[in-house]
């Protein structure tokens, strides 16, 4: 009997650049600055509330909206940060990491047909959970100039159309290292404006922006809050990427339909790892020292890729950071970084993975998000160039 022919809903999807170069750094012996995962642990002090959770009895289903205390804490945490007030019961959700967040939103507000405006390079999760939802991506190339990458917003205004449903935004931006600031804030809210378009904001590294700048949260600013959905991970915040714990906060009339999608897709989220974090987030001293923490890190490879052939690029934020390649060699950016990764031993990842037509610029993505060591021995390798 033949085996019946699957028609694929994402035939532009394939094999993940990050699983690619990451199984080519193993079979190379090389130093794995490609996935942006740490190689350092978390604090004891969290395994310790999670282990306390499972030994009190915190295993079984918590509710589909995530454990109260957990929510309760989410909600102190960005009053205490942003100034803004979403009630735990109806305008958090616990999700199972933010890309589960990402998508759901996406899901839950766009319908066959709708446009979402998405600006690139970006996230590759983000285009085919809009394939998905049926939607049409529009997306807006970011400009690069002596300061780095920024949003040209004249030309995500002209990429409006009566259709558009939906704008992605990503501040600290993966994979640039680039963050909106004030001036930012006020385009995006002047474009939506007396529209019905939403925002889903994805602020996955809201802990990590550098050299005394502040993260502007979509939660800051009420008149942009209102129609956001805010995405946050608590896997990058507190180096568990692998817990895959992250949430949505949004306005209750946005939360109802975002709920209806998560119920079926995932309904509930780890419950003693929720517990666990919880008590730990009394603490607030781990997410507040961590822009001082990776910002030591970042300096440390700038440092010493400064007298590299290598054109360092802007890196305000993220735990990433990207690089010109022109002096060293001309080819493609997925070609050099399969030279790097197999003679060099050093991953990377093409910053071309992040456009959907595979834009090239000559730069690609190192993370610093790694044990001083490993940056180091990554650094010497670097140097032969």
Not at 18 to 37: C, D, I, K, P
Not at 43 to 67: T, W
Not at 146 to 163: C, F, H, I, K, N
Not at 212 to 222: D, I, K, N
Request: hydrophobic letters at 45%.
């Amino acid at each position: 009997m033949a085996t019946p022919v699957l028609h694929t809903k994402l035939p532009a999807v394939g094999t993940t650049i990050f699983t690619l170069m990451s199984t080519l750094a193993s079979q190379h012996g090389a130093v794995n600055l490609g996935q942006g995962f740490p190689d350092f642990p978390c604090e004891a002090a969290l395994l310790d509330k999670v282990d306390e959770a499972m030994r009190a009895g915190h295993n079984q289903y918590p509710m589909m909206s995530g454990a109260p205390a957990m929510r309760e804490a989410i909600a102190a945490k960005i009053a205490a940060i942003y100034g803004a007030t979403y009630h735990p019961a109806t305008e958090i959700t616990v999700t199972a990491g933010a890309t589960q967040a990402l998508t759901t939103a996406i899901l839950c507000c766009v319908h066959p047909g709708d446009e979402v405006i998405v600006i690139e390079p970006a996230y590759d999760a983000y285009l085919p959970a809009i394939t998905l939802a049926g939607g049409i991506p529009v997306t807006v190339s970011m400009q690069l100039g002596e300061a780095g990458y920024s949003v040209p917003w004249d030309q995500l205004a002209a990429a409006v159309t009566p259709r558009t449903r939906l704008i992605v935004i990503n501040t600290p931006h993966n994979p640039t290292g680039s963050v909106l600031r004030a001036a930012d804030i006020a385009a995006l809210t002047d474009i939506v404006r007396g529209t019905d378009i939403l925002i889903l904001s994805d602020e996955v590294y809201e802990h990590m922006v550098y050299d005394g700048e502040r993260h502007e949260s979509l939660c800051r600013t009420p008149e942009l809050a209102e129609r956001s959905f805010v995405v946050s991970s608590f896997g990058k915040t507190y180096h568990v990427t692998g817990w895959k714990i992250g949430y949505v906060a949004a306005p209750a009339s946005l939360m109802v339909e975002f709920r209806k999608v998560h119920q079926y897709n995932v309904f509930s989220v780890n419950t003693p790892m929720q517990h666990g974090l919880a008590s730990y987030m009394a603490d607030p001293a781990p997410y507040l020292d961590l822009p001082a923490f990776y910002q030591r890190k970042r300096d440390l490879f700038r440092e010493g890729l400064a007298g590299s052939r290598f054109t360092l690029l802007p890196a305000d934020g993220t735990y990433f950071q990207c690089v010109r390649y022109d002096a060293i060699s001309p080819i493609l950016e997925s070609e050099f970084a399969q030279w790097l990764t197999t003679e060099i031993k050093v991953a990377a990842i093409p910053v071309s993975a992040f456009y959907s037509q595979g834009k090239e610029s000559g730069i690609v993505r190192f993370c610093f998000a790694k044990q001083d060591e490993t940056l180091r021995l990554a650094l010497e390798r670097l140097a032969r160039l």
